[in-house]
């Protein structure tokens, strides 16, 4: 896995059996022996493999880590050029979103599905992100919790056009500006509104809404707005009435 990271810039790590993270993860280049030979193509040495600061794409999903392992800490700073993340199943318990998330400017894709998380703080994403994945953990909250009982903050994503909260525990939506969400899905919580806000900044982009077994009683009126809506299910709500959708959507499941 390590040769092919130093070769491509892609670091899979999946399915090792890993309860920790190895050393060697964060520092490819060491440890590589050098041809100093007129004819090294087929032995490239140090400077011509890629190192941790160039990886793009890390997967880590599938590993046993220990219930005291964190996932994500200041080691992983050294992935600067990071544009996806997996950490599917991995048992994770907590993310440190503020001092180790908050740094991989360059991320696109963050998926951390399947593990334990109970909270989850969004607004420490750097704005490029375009797809999150935290279906089936145990989150309450989308951003970090404030003391002052004030509302939390605004999430802004403006490049965001998928996100999956599905099988968790969430109660209601924060604050969001995603003005490009294409995919929402929110399956399997305890969701008793939609705000009004989120469904009109989707109006010319949304084209999926699962919200299926969560306890909806209204939908918002301006759903019907969103010209590009081609799946709707929210069935297993508490809904008092049949909200109106546009004659474009294929799909729907109000039952």
Known sequence: ALRTARSTGRLNLSDCSL???????????????????MDSSSNPGAWQSYGEEEVTVLDLSDNPLSPHFNGVDERFEK????????????NLVGLSWHSAVSKFDNL???????????????EYLPTMVREIDLSSNRITRLTEAKGDGNDGPVIVLPYLVRLDVSNNQLREFPSFEVPGLQTLCFANNQIEEIPGELIDQGSSSLSTLEGSHNKLKRVPDNLF??????VVDLSDNALVDTPAVNPKVIRLNLN
């Open 19 to 37: 309860a920790s993270f190895p050393p060697a993860m964060f520092d490819l280049r060491n440890h590589i022996e050098i041809d100093l030979s």
């Open 79 to 90: 992935f600067v050029s990071l544009k996806t993340l997996r950490m599917k199943r991995c």
């Open 108 to 122: 696109l894709v963050l998926d951390v599905s399947g593990n334990d998380l109970t909270e989850a703080n969004l």
């Open 225 to 230: 707005d969103c010209q590009r809506l081609t």
